[in-house]
């Protein structure tokens, strides 16, 4: 029961491991496909446009403004790959995780399933010695059965016994006193 309840709750998290991964592989393309775009974009206009828009200033001040905008647009591209790599990190590790969730899961099952057949066989040997036992018990119970009815038997032969020898006390007791009252002297006592 420990075991089949410890699977459940690895199956809930493992679970909980694979929305996180889908989440984070949803991010991870779509991520990608911007900076696809992004990439395709800069690669058709190329440095000519950085260049156009250097060469079309019309005063220092304009100048700078571009190269501002192009230092933020730098900077938005890196921040763009910076976060898509970390999200390919993100997703990785997610899915490290999950598969080591999943493999520890399988051992648990695996656990489970021994254990489970090393109870069954222990309850089988059990069930076999009960069936022994009962077997010896009902033996035992006939043995005794017969024992008791030989007991019986063998007591009242003893009854028997002990009742002829009674009678015979007695009638030797009445033949002496008939022969005390007669004066004659049993032929036991001469």
Known sequence: ?????????KEGQIQEVQVQYDDAKAK?????TAMKK?????????????????LQSQSISDLINKVDFVEKLYEYDRKLLLDYQQT?????????????????????QADYLSQ????QAMIDEKQNSMEDFEAQLTAAKK??????????????VIKKLEAEEAARKKAEEEARKKADMAGIKPASEA
């Open 88 to 108: 390919k990190e993100e997703v990785l590790e997610l899915k490290t995780s999950l598969e080591n969730e999943k493999a520890e899961m399988e051992e648990m």
């Open 1 to 9: 029961d420990i075991l089949s309840s410890d699977i459940n709750d």
């Open 143 to 156: 043995q005794a059965s017969a024992y008791q009815t030989e007991i019986k038997a063998q007591a009242a």
């Open 38 to 54: 992004r990439i395709k974009f800069m690669y058709e206009k190329g440095d000519r446009t950085y260049l156009e828009l250097f």
């Open 116 to 119: 489970s057949d090393s109870l």
């Open 28 to 32: 991870e393309e779509a991520q990608h």
